[in-house]
C-alpha cells in the first residue's frame, strides 16, 4: 500500500535524481521532512544543497525560486500551509506569472510552488484555506490538484517537467490516503479529467479533496435510484471541457462539489461553462455544493462547512423539481 504523502515523496525523488537542475527547498523540508513528511529522507539522499530549508520568509522563498529558474534550474518549493502563502501572492501574480509574457517567451519560469491545501484535518486558522481560486484566476498559472495516490505522482512529475509555473495543491485529508499499487508511473497529463465512476442520471463535478465525497455520494445515491457520474478534473487549469461537457450532455444535470466559498470560486466558473455549453441539454439547473461565504472555521465546526454526503444528496433532490427551481443562492448549496 501507498500513501498520497509516500506518492508525491517518490515523485520528487525520482526528479531530483534524473535531472540535477530540479531543487527542492521551502521550510522544514530538509532535515525535518516538511510538515507532512512529504520530503522525508531527500536532504539525506540527495544533500542539503539539492534540498535544503528556508527562513520563514514565503515572499522571499517564492522570490528566490523566481531567480533560480531564470538561472536554469527548476525549483519547486512548499508553502506549508495554504493560508501560509499569501505573502507570497505578489511574487506569484506579478513575476511567476507574468514573466513569460512579459519576455515574450524568451524567459520560462519552470517552478513548482507546492501548497498543502482544503480541511478536514481539523486545522486551527491560517491551515485549512481553500485557496484555489486565487490561482486559477491569474493567468500565466497552471493549477492542478491530485485526488488520487496515482495521480499525486503522475501530476507531480507532469509539473517538474512543464515549462511553465504550476500551483501544486494537494489536499491534506488525502495525504494518508492509500492504493494498493505496485508500481507508481504516469497516468494522464495536465488538462485531462477523469471520469472515476460513470453514470447515467446526473454529474457530479469535483476535484482535489472533494473527489472521495462525491464517489461517496453517488454510492449513497444509488439507493435512492440515482446513477451518478464523477468527474476528477485533476486540472483546474488547464480545464478539461471536453471531458465535462460531454458527461453533462450525456445525463442533462450537473451538481459541482468543492470544498471552498461557493460565490466567484472555481465551482462558478465550472457551472458557467457547464451552462455555456451545454444549455440545450440540462434538464435543470446547474446546481453548486461547496463551502460557506465565511472565513474558515474553527475545527469543531469545519464538518458543518465541508461539502458531505447529505449536501450532495439534497442537491439531486432539488434537481428533481427542475420544474419550479430554487434559484436562491444559500452561500454553499446554490
Known amino acids: 500500500m501507498i500513501t498520497m504523502a509516500q506518492a508525491l515523496n517518490t515523485a520528487l525523488a525520482d526528479a531530483l535524481d534524473e535531472d540535477e537542475r530540479v531543487l527542492v527547498f521551502g521550510e522544514d523540508v530538509g532535515t525535518l521532512g516538511g510538515v507532512f513528511r512529504v520530503t522525508d529522507g531527500l536532504t539525506a539522499k ?3 544543497d539539492r534540498c535544503f530549508d528556508t527562513p520563514l520568509a514565503e515572499s522571499g522563498i517564492v522570490g528566490f525560486a523566481v531567480g533560480m529558474a531564470m538561472g536554469g534550474f527548476r525549483p519547486v518549493v ?3 500551509f495554504d493560508a501560509f502563502a499569501y505573502p507570497a501572492f505578489e511574487q506569484i ?10 519576455t515574450r517567451g524568451r524567459v520560462t519560469l519552470p517552478i513548482v510552488i507546492r501548497i498543502p491545501y482544503a480541511g478536514g484535518i481539523g486545522g486551527v486558522e491560517h491551515h485549512c484555506d481553500s485557496s484555489e481560486a486565487y490561482y486559477a484566476h491569474t493567468p500565466g498559472l497552471k493549477v492542478v490538484t491530485p485526488a488520487t495516490v496515482e495521480d499525486a505522482y503522475s501530476l507531480l512529475r507532469e509539473a517538474i517537467d512543464d515549462p511553465d509555473p504550476v500551483v501544486f495543491m494537494e489536499p491534506k485529508k488525502l495525504y494518508w490516503s ?3 499499487i505496485g508500481r507508481l508511473d504516469r497516468t494522464e497529463p495536465f488538462g485531462r479529467a477523469a471520469v472515476r465512476r460513470p453514470g447515467r442520471d446526473a454529474t457530479l463535478v469535483a476535484y ?7 464517489l461517496e455520494a453517488a454510492a449513497a445515491a444509488k439507493d435512492e435510484g440515482w446513477d451518478l457520474e464523477v468527474v476528477d478534473l485533476r486540472t483546474i487549469v488547464p480545464f ?6 460531454a458527461s453533462v450532455r450525456k ?4 451538481v459541482v462539489v468543492g470544498e471552498a466559498a461557493g460565490f466567484a470560486g472555481v465551482g462558478a466558473e465550472i457551472a458557467a461553462r457547464v451552462q455555456e455549453r451545454c444549455f440545450h441539454s440540462l434538464e435543470a ?6 463551502g460557506f461565504d465565511i472565513p474558515y472555521p474553527p475545527p469543531m465546526l469545519e464538518h458543518h462547512h465541508l461539502p458531505s454526503v447529505d449536501r450532495i444528496l439534497d442537491a439531486l433532490d432539488r434537481l428533481q423539481r427542475d420544474d419550479k427551481p430554487d434559484t436562491r443562492y444559500l452561500g454553499g448549496v446554490a
Do not use: I, W, Y
Open 46 to 48: 540527495f544533500g542539503d
Open 78 to 80: 512548499e508553502m506549508q
Open 93 to 102: 501574480a506579478s513575476h511567476v506569472a507574468k514573466m513569460r509574457n512579459r
Open 178 to 180: 492509500k492504493a494498493d
Open 208 to 214: 482535489g479533496p472533494s473527489v472521495p465525497v462525491a
Open 240 to 245: 478539461d471541457d471536453a471531458t465535462v461537457a
Open 251 to 254: 445525463t442533462g444535470r450537473c
Open 285 to 290: 439547473p446547474v446546481l453548486r455544493v461547496t
